[in-house]
Each structure stands twice: as C-alpha cells, then as structure tokens.
C-alpha cells in the first residue's frame, strides 16, 4: 500500500515536470516564414525573409495592416543572418513553411552554391518549397510586393508557378533536392524559373496594391535562368523554356499555335506528352536523338480549313511537328552556342547509355556539348476538336 | 515478483513461440539499421547499391545455417553452457564473457547512440542527447526486467502496425521513383559493389548469431532454425527495399543526406492533405529501434548473468544500463567518425558474426559433436 502511494506520488509529480516541453515551440513564439530572398551586397549575404502575421491571414476578417511582414538582415552567412533577424523580430524565424526562396540576379550570377548549403542542412528546413531567380532584380524587391487572390504573397508566388508550369509551360518548378542534384552531376546544368517584379513597386508595397482592380505592381514568371554549374549566364525566353521543357520530358500541358498557309492560325492544346532522348556513342562522337510523342486537341482556329477531313487533321499533325522540331532544335543550337552549357542533360543520357564512353568524355563535356548532333522527331496526334467540328468563320467568310 | 527472484530465472525457463521468434528477428532486423544503411551503402556503391543489397540478402541468408546449427547446439542447454562444454570450463567462460561485451553489448552502445543521434539531429534539435538515451533505456530495462516473453508479446502487438506503416510508405513513395537514377549499371565495375554488400552483411545479417542465443527460449525447437531463416527472411527483405527505393527516389545524391530514409519519408504526399507525415514513419523507426535495443540489452545481461553463475540476471540491468549511456557517447566523438568507423566495424562483425561461429562449429565437429545427442 505504502509502495504504491509512493508510486502515485512520483506519477503526478512526473506528470507536471515530464510534459515533454523541452524544446518546445509555440506557435505565437515562431514567426512562420513563407518567402525568403537572397541578396549579395559586397562579400555579405542579404535575407529577406516574408513572415506571415497571423491576425491578418485568419479567419475571414480583413484587417487593416499588411498579411505579412518582411525582415532584412545582412551577415556574412544565411544563419548568421537569419539569427541576426532577432534583432528586430520579437520571434524565432521557423522555416519548415517556406514556399518560394528568391535567389537575386546579382547572387546567381556571383554563384548560389554557397547559399544553398544552409537550405540543404538545417533540418527544419523542407523540401517542398519552389527556388527561382530574380531577374533583373533584387530578391528582396520581390518579396515586397502584396498580392491579391492570396494574401500571402509567397503563396500566391508558388501557386503561380505550379499552374503555369502545369497549363503553359515556359516556366519550370524546381526544388532544392533536385537543383542539388543537377548541380553535382557532371552531364547537366540547372536551370531556374525567372521571377520579374512589373509596374509601380512604391505602390506594390502598400495595402493599395491590393485596393484597386488591376494591381499597379505585379510579379510575374518569364523566361528561364541558364547556369553554368551555380553562375547565372543567361536568360532563354519562354518559347525557348517551353523547348528546354519539351526535352527535359516535364510537359504537363501547354498550348501551341501552327500557322495555316493561307494565313490565320489553329491553336493545339497539348494534353499530354512524353519525350525520349537517347544517346549514342560512335567513334567517340556522342550523338543525341530526341523524340517527342504529343497528343493534343484542337483549341482554336482562326484560319480556312476542313477539320472534318482526316487529310486535313495529318496536315496540321504534320505542321504541328515540323514547328516544334524547329523549336526545339533552334533552342537547342542557341544554347550550344551562345551559353555552351549542357543544360539538357544530354551528358547524363550519354552517361546512362554508355559509361566507358562517357569516362572520356566527362572532362570536357561541356566543350563536346557545343558540336554534338541532336536530331529531334516529334510525333503529335490531334485528338479531339472541341465543341464544334469546323469552325463558324468557315461559313461567315463565304 | 518476490517469489520470482527465489526461482533461477535463466533462458530455458521462458518460452516464446516460434511466430514470436521471427518477428522478434524481423524487427531486429529493420531497427538501426533502417537509419544507417541506405547512407552508408550508396557511398561506397552509388547507383549500383541495389545490387549489393540483394548479394547481402543472399549471403545472408547463406550464413544462417551455420547460425542455426550453432543455436540448435545452445538449445540443449545455453550459450555459455555450450561453449564451457566446447573450450573448458575457465576458457569457456572468458570467451563467452568477451564475446558478450565485444558483440551483442557493443552493438546495443551503437544503437543506442543511433537512436539518439537521430533525434538531436533531425527532430529534437537543441535537446541533450543524454535526455533521449535515459528515456529509451528506461523503456528498454523496463522491457529487459520484464523478460523475453513480454517483449515478444510486445513486438508482436507492434508488428501489423509496422508493416502497415512500412506498406504505406513504400506505396506512397513509389510516384517519386526515377529509373534513371540506377543507370548506368556497373559503372565502377565490381569492386565498390562488393565492397557496399560487404557493409550489409557485416551489419546486420552477421548478428543473427546474437538472437541463435534465444534459442533455448523458444516453445518448439525444431522449428527455431525456420523461424530463424524467416525473421532474417522478413527484415532483410524489407531492408532491401527501403534501400533500393531510396535510391530510385532520391538518387545517388543521397549520398549527402545523413538519414535517406528520413529524407524519403519527407517526401511522402497524398495530395493536398496527407503531408509532412514523416514523424509517422520515425515511429516505426523508434518501435524497431526499441525492440532491437531490448533484445540486445536482455542477450547480453542474461549471458553474463550465466557467466558469473548470477540467479537472476534483474540484478545486472541497472549496473549495465547504467554504463551503455556513458559509452554510447563515448563510442564516437562525432557523426564524420562514424562515417569513418564503418570499415572497422565491418571487420569486426565479421571475426564475431562469422570466424568465431565458424572457429566454435569446427571445434564442435571435432569433438564429435555432429552428432545430435546433447
């Protein structure tokens, strides 16, 4: 009986001190941080970090003062930074909701390796967050900007590329787990989603730019950034990043126009598509195929044609890939010579096909990148017309 | 329990069944191991690690014969019973008391220090290590004072819950996978491979030789050699696909993730709503980690306890537990050691794991004792 009253005593007095709150950390303690940019100024690394004020995000009040908060520090690494935000943050900035990490032009030109081992380390930092380039502009003036839609800027910043990664295609997501890994291979190059601030961004700080119908100041996706290894070399336009998605098989969807001999267009919308690129090695020349099987439907036309024909459905078929060879082939041969980057990963394929070769090969890919042979064959089959088989213009022109 | 402490308590008394025998080996298995592997393979072998998992499988597998004959030998009485009866009464006992704190009690330190290296780095940050390793070892004598059967119910219980976590897993990560990422095959010819296969067999398909041991514990000995390749079976297999799946996901790049399968597990999405479920799956990790730590643990006290001619091996689990927190954290100084370490340790765990039972057969066959009469 004794024993077990002493038993219960060590229980409740466990029960109060053991409750597992060593490390905890409340969630009005963490400043939940949901965008981050990094900035070079001099030898010293600039954060910028978007923090979301909870008051304002809740619920379905809307309240008077800005859904989030931006702090900027300067250290000589990412932590010391992010650490020195406490200086003017009242909490601890928690980095496991991060959607975007906003890398400046000026860094990626500089090289980001440096600043993304801290993302890649610290483990409360995720995977599941998008990396993109500023172009043309500090990371810190993208994150300035309050959106509408979603309050949160940087979610509306994550949201947005997935959707035109999914629907258009020019842009492309990437991760940290992925951006790494393309960094350390010997046979590619990464490539990021450019992220252009646009308009008045005096106003597109403040509550106003959310006020009015059209935004005064706007972020917008376009083009993407070309490495060479972690230095920003260069831009490709998004018909080129469209390309550039074509080849690396991450199309999920997109749009294409093919214009008609006599003038006028149709519009194909790509609804699926899956590309194969097979390296060879012969007489120590690397060479690359790429084919492309695309199925599409008919999205718009605007030019004189018979859809109800088959003929006519294997003419345009047969436009549709001529146009996308010559897009992907002219993208191609740009990057061969303006960027001389293997961004493809061409030297991967040739590494995945034929590794003796590629033993030889690996110390001057780069070099050998810039004369190899890529031949392109698209196969794109039309599916489906839409609501109506020929177009209205059809009768109205006649 | 004050009538226990008066009957000598010692493995031949407790029984287990033999379905409780497999998926004790099982989880024992899958523990630790499911944490360290997939990192410490794919330096060595890269892509082509998912061939030397399946030659560690099958070595593996090969071994437990020798494992089997040996525990069937035990059965009749136990281990250091055994190997009194083989080497002489003193030199008997100072080799099953050396075999007992190099092998079993220096593999519990290690995992140990696992577990709680695990934690401070991926999830309880800023936490001392000493905090998680008292808990976990307070679970673990608990279990170990509590007896074999206990924890065999225990593991039992926890097995489905396991699988069903480990299913999901596995099926939830399968989206992720990249053939590309194992091409091209062979890359660095042989060498490397056979190298990586020889860290997985050291670790842990040479420690069955630890749970032969258990043997005179189990309801129906004949069966014990089946239950054995089972369990060994199971956990290999499961090993074997955690591995080869962090490959496929994750590519040779995780090589610099310090816990693949943890990484994985972060990966893990159903839709928009089932995310950031990793802490899940380090349950699974925990639970198997328990049981390991606790087999080890009871193996080592119950031997020496039969060493020191002890009645009852209760009286060692505070004494011993006491010292594994201590030389947990003095087994490596810092994680870039362990990395270090694990060509030493595979050597090792083959002298204990292999040359020692093979050294004990071949004096056994000498004696004459090939012969099945105790």
Same mark, same amino acid.
């Given at each position: 009986?004794?024993?077990?009253?002493?038993?219960?005593?060590?229980?409740?007095?466990?029960?109060?001190?053991?409750?597992?709150?060593?490390?905890?950390?409340?969630?009005?303690?963490?400043?939940?941080?949901?965008?981050?940019?990094?900035?070079?100024?001099?030898?010293?690394?600039?954060?910028?970090?978007?923090?979301?004020?909870?008051?304002?995000?809740?619920?379905?009040?809307?309240?008077?003062?800005?859904?989030?908060?931006?702090?900027?520090?300067?250290?000589?690494?990412?932590?010391?930074?992010?650490?020195?935000?406490?200086?003017?943050?009242?909490?601890?900035?928690?980095?496991?909701?991060?959607?975007?990490?906003?890398?400046?032009?000026?860094?990626?030109?500089?090289?980001?390796?440096?600043?993304?081992?801290?993302?890649?380390?610290?483990? /409360?930092?995720?995977?599941?967050?998008?990396?993109? +380039?500023?172009?043309?502009?500090?990371?810190?003036?993208?994150?300035?900007?309050?959106? *509408?839609?979603?309050?949160?800027?940087?979610?509306?910043?994550?949201?947005?590329?997935?959707?035109?990664?999914?629907?258009?295609?020019?842009?492309?997501?990437?991760?940290?787990?992925?951006?790494?890994?393309?960094?350390?291979?010997?046979?590619?190059?990464?490539?990021?989603?450019?992220?252009?601030?646009?308009?008045?961004?005096?106003?597109?700080?403040?509550?106003? *730019?959310?006020?009015?119908?059209?935004?005064?100041?706007?972020?917008?996706?376009?083009?993407?950034?070309?490495?060479?290894?972690?230095?920003?070399?260069?831009?490709?336009?998004? /018909?080129?990043?469209?390309?550039?998605?074509?080849?690396?098989?991450?199309?999920?969807?997109?749009?294409?126009?093919?214009?008609?001999? !006599?003038?006028?267009?149709?519009?194909?919308?790509?609804?699926?598509?899956?590309? @194969?690129?097979?390296?060879?090695?012969?007489?120590?020349?690397?060479?690359?195929? $790429?084919?492309? %099987?695309?199925?599409?439907?008919?999205?718009?036309?605007?030019?004189?044609?018979?859809?109800?024909?088959?003929?006519?459905?294997?003419?345009?078929?047969?436009?549709?890939?001529? @146009?996308?060879?010559?897009?992907?082939?002219?993208?191609?041969?740009?990057?061969?010579?303006?960027?001389?980057? !293997?961004?493809?990963?061409?030297? /991967?394929?040739?590494?995945?096909?034929?590794?003796?070769?590629?033993?030889?090969?690996?110390?001057?890919?780069?070099?050998?990148?810039?004369?190899?042979?890529?031949? =392109?064959?698209?196969?794109?089959? $039309?599916?489906?017309?839409?609501?109506?088989?020929?177009?209205?213009?059809?009768?109205?022109?006649? | 329990?004050?009538?226990? *402490?008066?009957?000598?308590?010692?493995?031949?008394?407790?029984?287990?069944?033999?379905?409780?025998?497999?998926?004790?080996?099982?989880?024992?298995?899958?523990?630790?191991?499911?944490?360290?592997?997939?990192?410490?393979?794919?330096?060595?072998?890269?892509?082509?690690?998912?061939?030397?998992?399946?030659?560690?499988?099958?070595?593996?597998?090969?071994?437990?014969?020798?494992?089997?004959?040996?525990?069937?030998?035990?059965?009749?009485?136990?281990?250091?019973?055994?190997?009194?009866?083989?080497?002489?009464?003193?030199?008997?006992?100072?080799?099953?008391?050396?075999?007992? +704190?190099?092998?079993?009690?220096?593999?519990?330190?290690?995992?140990?220090?696992?577990?709680?290296?695990?934690?401070?780095?991926?999830?309880?940050?800023?936490?001392?290590?000493?905090?998680? #390793?008292?808990?976990?070892?307070?679970?673990?004598?608990?279990?170990? %004072?509590?007896?074999?059967?206990?924890?065999?119910?225990?593991?039992?219980?926890?097995?489905?819950?396991?699988?069903?976590?480990? $299913?999901?897993?596995?099926?939830?990560?399968?989206?992720?996978?990249?053939?590309?990422?194992?091409?091209?095959?062979?890359?660095?010819?042989?060498?490397?491979?056979?190298?990586?296969?020889?860290?997985?067999?050291?670790?842990?398909?040479?420690?069955?030789?630890?749970?032969?041991?258990?043997?005179?514990?189990?309801?129906?000995?004949?069966?014990?050699?089946?239950?054995?390749?089972?369990?060994?079976?199971?956990?290999?297999?499961?090993?074997?696909?955690?591995?080869?799946?962090?490959?496929?996901?994750?590519?040779?790049?995780?090589?610099?993730?310090?816990?693949?399968?943890?990484? #994985?597990?972060?990966?893990?999405?159903?839709?928009?709503?089932?995310?950031?479920?990793?802490?899940?799956?380090?349950?699974?990790?925990?639970?198997?980690?328990?049981?390991?730590?606790?087999?080890?643990?009871?193996?080592?006290? =119950?031997?020496?306890?039969?060493?020191?001619?002890?009645? !009852?091996? %209760?009286?060692?689990?505070?004494?011993?537990?006491?010292?594994?927190?201590?030389?947990?954290?003095?087994?490596?100084?810092?994680?870039?050691?362990?990395?270090?370490?694990?060509?030493?340790?595979?050597?090792?765990?083959?002298?204990?794991?292999?040359?020692?039972?093979?050294?004990?057969?071949?004096? !056994?066959?000498?004696?004459?004792?090939?012969?099945?009469?105790?």
């Amino acid at each position: 009986m004794k024993r077990s009253g002493l038993l219960l005593c060590i229980c409740i007095s466990l029960v109060v001190f053991v409750t597992g709150c060593w490390n905890r950390r409340e969630l009005n303690e963490l400043a939940i941080a949901v965008g981050m940019g990094i900035d070079k100024s001099g030898d010293q690394y600039e954060i910028t970090v978007q923090v979301v004020e909870p008051s304002e995000v809740a619920g379905k009040k809307g309240g008077t003062s800005s859904p989030v908060t931006l702090f900027q520090a300067k250290g000589p690494s990412i932590l010391e930074a992010l650490r020195e935000i406490t200086t003017i943050s009242p909490r601890i900035i928690y980095l496991a909701h991060l959607r975007v990490l906003v890398l400046g032009e000026s860094l990626a030109r500089a090289g980001m390796a440096d600043a993304l081992d801290f993302m890649s380390r610290e483990p /409360e930092a995720r995977n599941d967050f998008f990396i993109v +380039v500023a172009k043309e502009a500090k990371a810190s003036d993208t994150l300035k900007i309050l959106t *509408n839609l979603e309050k949160v800027p940087s979610v509306r910043l994550f949201s947005t590329l997935e959707t035109s990664e999914q629907q258009w295609a020019p842009t492309t997501t990437v991760k940290l787990d992925e951006l790494i890994s393309v960094l350390v291979s010997e046979g590619k190059h990464p490539v990021l989603t450019g992220l252009v601030p646009l308009g008045d961004l005096a106003i597109g700080e403040t509550r106003k *730019n959310t006020e009015t119908v059209k935004s005064p100041a706007e972020l917008q996706y376009t083009g993407l950034a070309v490495f060479r290894k972690d230095k920003l070399i260069g831009w490709l336009s998004n /018909e080129e990043g469209k390309a550039y998605n074509y080849v690396t098989n991450q199309i999920k969807g997109t749009v294409g126009y093919v214009s008609c001999p !006599d003038g006028g267009s149709i519009s194909l919308k790509v609804i699926r598509s899956k590309t @194969k690129v097979k390296g060879s090695v012969n007489d120590e020349q690397p060479q690359i195929e $790429i084919e492309v %099987r695309a199925e599409a439907n008919v999205g718009e036309v605007q030019c004189h044609l018979d859809l109800t024909k088959n003929e006519t459905i294997t003419k345009v078929e047969k436009w549709a890939n001529e @146009k996308l060879e010559n897009l992907i082939e002219m993208t191609v041969s740009r990057v061969q010579q303006d960027y001389k980057v !293997d961004i493809f990963g061409f030297g /991967e394929v040739i590494h995945r096909s034929n590794p003796k070769a590629w033993k030889k090969l690996k110390d001057h890919w780069d070099q050998t990148f810039v004369n190899i042979p890529v031949h =392109v064959k698209v196969n794109s089959k $039309i599916r489906t017309l839409g609501k109506v088989s020929n177009s209205f213009l059809e009768q109205l022109k006649e | 329990m004050t009538k226990n *402490n008066e009957k000598v308590i010692m493995l031949g008394k407790i029984k287990i069944s033999s379905r409780q025998f497999s998926i004790l080996i099982a989880i024992y298995m899958i523990g630790s191991a499911i944490l360290n592997i997939p990192a410490m393979l794919q330096i060595v072998a890269k892509q082509d690690t998912w061939i030397s998992t399946i030659v560690a499988l099958v070595v593996g597998l090969c071994v437990l014969p020798l494992y089997i004959y040996l525990g069937n030998r035990f059965a009749h009485a136990n281990f250091t019973w055994y190997i009194e009866k083989l080497l002489g009464k003193w030199l008997g006992k100072i080799v099953a008391l050396l075999f007992l +704190v190099t092998f079993p009690a220096i593999v519990a330190i290690l995992t140990l220090r696992n577990i709680g290296d695990f934690m401070t780095t991926q999830i309880l940050e800023d936490t001392p290590i000493q905090a998680i #390793l008292i808990i976990i070892l307070s679970v673990v004598i608990m279990g170990a %004072r509590l007896g074999l059967e206990p924890l065999a119910r225990a593991a039992e219980l926890f097995f489905p819950f396991i699988m069903v976590l480990l $299913i999901v897993f596995i099926v939830l990560a399968f989206p992720h996978i990249n053939f590309n990422n194992v091409q091209p095959v062979l890359e660095n010819g042989l060498k490397p491979v056979l190298k990586a296969s020889l860290i997985f067999i050291a670790y842990p398909f040479l420690e069955p030789i630890i749970l032969s041991m258990l043997f005179p514990s189990v309801q129906h000995t004949e069966k014990n050699g089946k239950a054995l390749f089972t369990g060994v079976l199971i956990g290999g297999f499961i090993m074997v696909v955690i591995t080869i799946l962090t490959i496929l996901v994750l590519g040779t790049q995780t090589v610099s993730f310090a816990y693949p399968s943890y990484a #994985l597990a972060k990966l893990i999405r159903l839709g928009d709503f089932l995310v950031r479920i990793e802490i899940i799956m380090a349950v699974i990790w925990f639970i198997t980690i328990f049981v390991r730590l606790a087999l080890l643990f009871y193996i080592s006290i =119950v031997g020496i306890a039969q060493v020191l001619n002890l009645k !009852d091996y %209760r009286s060692l689990t505070f004494p011993i537990a006491l010292l594994l927190v201590p030389l947990s954290l003095l087994a490596f100084p810092n994680a870039a050691y362990f990395q270090e370490f694990t060509p030493i340790w595979t050597i090792h765990a083959l002298v204990m794991g292999f040359i020692f039972p093979l050294l004990l057969w071949l004096i !056994d066959i000498l004696k004459g004792g090939g012969k099945k009469t105790p």
